[in-house]
T-cell receptor, first 113, second 113 residues
């Protein structure tokens, strides 16, 4: 399974944008990039995913480098409720024989009031 | 839908006892995953099912662990006999097909004393 590398922790001020980086230099051409987050005492929840193009949804934006060796999750205006551990995950493509989410250590985001 | 439902939320048991964790996936979802989370090892995928059939159990730590999915709306993870090192939060997740996000339950916090 391809690996991802994320900073252990980051801090942001409330109402400020947050850019959470993820390196995945061994990504294959068909791996999807998924982001999940885990709020305190909760199970992980889906944030966003993409393959090659940048993606936007109501929670966040995902910027994918042209060579796909890195990506950035963007929270446009951090709130205190965004304090969580954010996981960047590479997933096998839909047509593959496996379907696994392998979680790394993630980035713990602290949001300062 | 109420989401993925796990029971019990908390379980404290003595070493050597049998423990059964339960999961009800979201109706209509055909993939079900069992994860374990500890401070030392993070989130580990134990096993996943597709259409009630175990597909990959390579993450199951040893023979003391077993998982079943007798029907589309119920799965169990059993530990027999339990050991203190099994203490962790166990998450169940489900998804509707390969190219959709996984939804996680609230988890079962297991403490083996």
């Amino acid at each position: 399974d391809a690996k991802t590398t994320q900073p252990n922790s980051m801090e942001s001020n409330e109402e400020e944008p947050v850019h959470l980086p993820c390196n995945h230099s061994t990504i294959s051409g068909t791996d999807y990039i998924h982001w999940y987050r885990q709020l305190p005492s909760q199970g992980p929840e889906y944030v966003i995913h993409g393959l090659t193009s940048n993606v936007n949804n109501r929670m966040a934006s995902l910027a994918i480098a042209e060579d796909r060796k890195s990506s950035t999750l963007i929270l446009h205006r951090a709130t205190l409720r965004d304090a969580a551990v954010y996981y960047c995950i590479l997933r096998d493509p839909p047509h593959s024989g496996t379907y696994k989410y392998i979680f790394g250590t993630g980035t713990r985001l602290k949001v300062l009031a | 839908d109420a989401g993925v439902i796990q029971s019990p939320r908390h379980e404290v048991t003595e070493m050597g006892q049998e423990v059964t964790l339960r999961c009800k996936p979201i109706s209509g979802h055909d993939y079900l995953f069992w994860y374990r989370q500890t401070m030392m090892r993070g989130l580990e995928l134990l096993i996943y099912f597709n259409n009630n059939v175990p597909i990959d159990d390579s993450g199951m730590p040893e023979d003391r662990f077993s998982a079943k999915m007798p029907n589309a709306s119920f799965s169990t993870l059993k530990i027999q006999p339990s050991e203190p090192r099994d203490s962790a939060v166990y998450f169940c997740a489900s998804s509707a097909g390969r190219n959709t996000e996984a939804f996680f339950g609230q988890g079962t916090r297991l403490t083996v004393v």
